[in-house]
């Protein structure tokens, strides 16, 4: 009987090593997977940034901006830059009136270390002039799924096309 526990006890121990082995082991890559890594992000975010940069068209416009008014002449384009954190839920909800058309509509996180959480970034839409007048760019910083109840942060531009 103490040689059979014994024996029990012994096959224990060994589940348990090779066990406890397996959960230390880093996870391989099935055939069609691909592991990324910093490198490969750090490339690709370098990329981002250089399309953003090259597809900035025209006047920046900033939070700065807010309340004021440009002009610009019909078929122009400015880039609208707006601060947000998406990671809270928060976005910026944009209203044009009819003589502006969006071009093009990107979001930019910050830079960050390692394991960071609720990153905010850098929300940036190019906006053409497509008809003469007063236009103008409305927006409200909010969570897409609350009600709005007149205390968000809001954003006016007006834009003066000739």
């Known amino acids: 009987m103490k040689k059979m526990l014994k024996i029990i006890s012994m096959i224990l121990v060994i ?4 066990f406890a082995a ?11 997977e691909t592991q990324v890594n910093e490198t490969q992000v750090n490339e690709t975010q370098v990329n981002e940034t250089q399309v953003n940069e090259t597809a900035e068209t025209g006047q920046v416009v900033t939070e700065a901006d807010n ?4 002009s610009l002449k019909n078929g122009e384009s400015f880039t609208l830059q707006l601060r947000e954190n998406p990671t809270t839920g928060y976005s910026w909800e944009l209203n044009l009136s009819e003589g502006l058309s969006i071009l093009s509509d990107n979001y930019t996180q910050d830079t960050v270390s390692e394991n960071a959480t609720g990153v905010p ?18 927006g409200i910083y909010k969570r897409s799924w609350e009600n ?13 096309v000739v």
């Open 15 to 18: 589940a348990a090593v090779v």
């Open 67 to 70: 309340g004021t008014s440009i």
């Open 22 to 32: 397996g959960c230390t082991q880093k996870p391989e890559t099935a055939g069609n």
């Open 121 to 138: 970034g850098t929300h940036s839409w190019i906006i053409e002039t497509i008809a003469p007048g007063s236009q103008q760019v409305n």
């Open 148 to 160: 709005t109840t007149g205390t968000e942060e809001n954003f006016t531009l007006a834009v003066e």
